[in-house]
């Protein structure tokens, strides 16, 4: 089993700042991809980022990219995402992911077989 909690969320103003953080603890976290969602009232749960097991690889949403940052620290058991450049289109439930297969990174939600169980994100215009 792998338990991941999400913190750092809250609200911002457009153009702001925010990092998230996810703890990871269970299993060996080395051997996971890792990878943060998103979703809004209303939609469905969107793919953010993703990091392969040795951070070797990342990819993000067109949505983000550039203004988005992952990264993992293995000594800590910790996924995070930087977020700058904040919009209002930003808000909504950021949601940590591990995959128990695959090298990653992983865009897809369906692969991924742990949650955490949310941090909200508020962007204010």
């Known amino acids: 089993q792998v338990q991941l909690v999400e913190s750092g969320g809250g609200l911002v103003q457009a153009g702001g700042s925010l990092r998230l953080d996810c703890a990871a603890s269970?299993?060996?976290?080395?051997?996971?991809?890792m990878g943060w969602f998103r979703q809004a009232p209303g939609k469905e749960r969107e793919f953010v980022a993703a990091i392969s097991r040795t951070s070797s690889n990342t990819a993000y949403s067109v949505s983000v990219k550039g203004r988005f940052t992952i990264s993992r620290e293995y000594v800590k058991n910790t996924v995070s995402l930087q977020m700058s450049g904040l919009k209002p289109d930003d808000t909504g439930v950021y949601y940590c992911?591990?995959?128990?297969?695959?090298?990653?990174?992983?865009?897809?939600?369906?692969?991924?077989?742990?949650w955490g169980r949310g941090t909200q994100v508020t962007v204010s215009s």
């Open positions: 992911a591990a995959a128990t297969s695959g090298w990653g990174p992983i865009l897809t939600l369906s692969q991924y077989d742990y």
């Open positions: 269970g299993r060996t976290f080395s051997n996971y991809p």
